[in-house]
């Protein structure tokens, strides 16, 4: 019973995370690091979970945890009325309207990628996008805030 209760406890913030996520127009960049870490996990918990559990549940469970990482991290982004941040402490993502927002800060990072500063919730959120993507984030975020 515990096992089900916690592959819901995984699914629930990833079908969530999905369905918020529909309406993306623009995506974040995938970096390197973030991916490997999400590898990393499923491989770790694989492994734990053939040494120690060895049940279909246990693979599920392991396989909702890497999902709901990944829509954690990977889905956020720019829609038509807002944008998509991940709040950090929770692995829900969340939907902030451009009028919520107090200030957006843009500019190139080190690897010449799109770095966006979003100010909201008395907090500063960043996010990294592909170099391609700046002529539309411009484009949306330019009369909205």
Same mark, same amino acid.
């Given at each position: ?6 592959? /819901? ?13 529909? %309406?993306? /127009?623009?995506?974040? %960049? ?5 991916? &490997?870490? /999400? ?15 060895? &049940? ?9 945890? &890497?999902?709901?990482?990944? &829509? ?7 829609? *038509? ?15 902030? *309207?451009?009028? %919520? /927002? ?29 170099? *391609? ?13």
């Amino acid at each position: 019973m515990f096992k089900i209760f916690m592959l /819901i406890v995984f699914l629930v913030p990833t079908i969530l995370n999905y369905k918020l996520t529909r %309406k993306n /127009i623009i995506w974040v %960049k995938k970096s390197a690091i973030e991916v &490997t870490c /999400i590898i990393l996990l499923f491989v770790l918990g694989s492994s734990f979970c053939y040494r120690f559990d060895k &049940t279909i549940i246990g693979y599920l469970i392991v396989l909702a945890a &890497t999902m709901m990482l990944y &829509t954690s991290v990977f889905f956020q982004g720019i829609t *038509e009325k807002g944008i998509n941040i991940f709040l950090g402490g929770s692995p829900f993502l969340k939907w902030v *309207e451009f009028n %919520k /927002i107090r200030k957006v800060e843009m500019g190139k990072n080190r690897k010449g990628n799109v770095e966006l500063k979003v100010h909201v919730f008395g907090n500063v959120f960043k996010q990294v996008y592909s170099l *391609e993507d700046e002529e539309k984030i411009v484009g949306l975020i330019k009369n909205r805030i």
